[in-house]
């Protein structure tokens, strides 16, 4: 198996277990959709496209706002949890499962694309080029994309915080990461363990400066129109967690 599709078993079912899933309430999704909302001014005849949409977090809240979104993802257990959101909530969503490497969308269709909470960049450097190549080839003229990705200020500065939370009765979630930078990449190690067991999942992910991904975005055909430190600012400080871009797709 090529050794970046770790993530193809990181984010099933162990994920759901985390103490970072279970972070990601309903009040915070309200909060971050309508801080996209505000951000992208999103018309309501506008097809968007939420790639890497997990558990469908933005996805559904944007449908619920009255917004027209299709989720692409490759977890069937986020997707899973998606279609019983939308089934609970009576909503009219559309998910796709498959590899990103392989949009199954026509070319020219969305007018947005969504990149959102660091989904992007867990391929190689040449398959993570490859990935924005098919998110522009969806796109209509003109249409535009959302890259949320890690800020590697932030990154470098707390890349040694391991984590352990006790999530049962003699049961403890431990996280060790570990940055590569011959690679410039984050690896990331989640241990379950409890009494009589330990499991172990790992990932890793690229993670990019400023001048990298916009060099990128560039080389691609994609003009650059903001820059920001997230949602709600424009500053990029080395605590800001992201860097978040919105790229339009130029002739």
């Known amino acids: 198996m090529n050794k970046f599709r770790e993530h193809r078993t990181y984010f099933e079912e162990p994920f759901i277990r985390t103490p970072f899933f279970k972070a990601l309430t309903p009040g915070r999704n309200l909060s971050e959709t309508r801080s996209l909302e505000k951000l992208c001014d999103f018309s309501k005849?506008?097809?968007i496209l939420d790639h890497g949409c997990g558990q469908g977090r933005h996805c559904t809240q944007l449908t619920a706002d009255g917004y027209?979104?299709?989720g692409f993802d490759y977890s069937k257990t986020l997707l899973d949890l998606a279609v019983r959101e939308k089934n609970t909530r009576g909503l009219d969503i559309f998910y796709i499962r498959g590899d990103m490497l392989y949009l199954p969308i026509k070319d020219s269709l969305f007018d947005w694309a969504l990149s959102l909470f660091g989904s992007f960049g867990y391929l190689s450097d040449q398959e993570n080029i490859e990935v924005l190549q098919e998110i522009r080839r969806i796109l209509k003229p003109g249409g535009k994309l959302i890259l949320d990705i890690w800020n590697k200020d932030a990154i470098l500065k707390k890349y040694g915080d391991d984590k352990k939370h006790e999530?049962?009765?003699d049961q403890y979630f431990i996280q060790k990461r570990r940055f590569?930078?011959?690679?410039?990449?984050m690896h990331v190690d989640r241990f379950f363990i409890g009494p009589d067991n330990e499991e172990k999942y790992s990932v890793s992910f690229r993670v990019y400066t400023r001048d990298e991904i916009s060099k990128i975005l560039s080389d691609l055909k994609f003009e650059i129109l903001d820059f920001r430190g997230s949602f709600t600012s424009r500053k990029i400080t080395p605590d800001s967690r992201s860097m978040v871009i919105v790229a339009g797709k130029s002739d």
Do not use: E, P, Q
Request: zero cysteines; charged letters at 35%; proline letters at 0%.
């Open 45 to 47: 005849d506008d097809l």
């Open 68 to 70: 027209t979104a299709i």
């Open 167 to 169: 999530v049962g009765k």
């Open 180 to 185: 590569d930078h011959n690679l410039s990449r």
